[in-house]
């Protein structure tokens, strides 16, 4: 999108945040790259995963399972 001129009908929503970003990929400051399927986080808020994935997923963003312990004390 950040290349391509043509707007789609699901993509009318989007509108000077894209152009902004456009612009920025035209004169060269940003490049705008692929992000592999495995690599998007956002995944574990979106869809069910594999329970390896999540897990990998959920360490990657340092949350922990309710029976780990904070070191704060009992929790009841």
């Known amino acids: 999108m950040s290349a391509n001129p043509v707007q789609h009908q699901r993509t009318k929503h989007i509108e000077i ?3 902004f970003v456009r612009e920025r990929v035209a004169v060269g400051d940003i490049r705008v790259l692929h ?3 495995t690599s998007q986080f956002a995944g574990i ?3 069910g995963l594999p329970s390896s994935v999540f897990t990998e997923f959920r360490s ?3 949350i922990r399972c309710p029976d780990d312990s904070t070191g704060g004390g009992v929790v009841r």
């Open 17 to 19: 945040d894209l152009h």
């Open 35 to 37: 992000v592999p399927m």
């Open 45 to 47: 808020f979106t869809k």
């Open 60 to 62: 990657s963003l340092n």
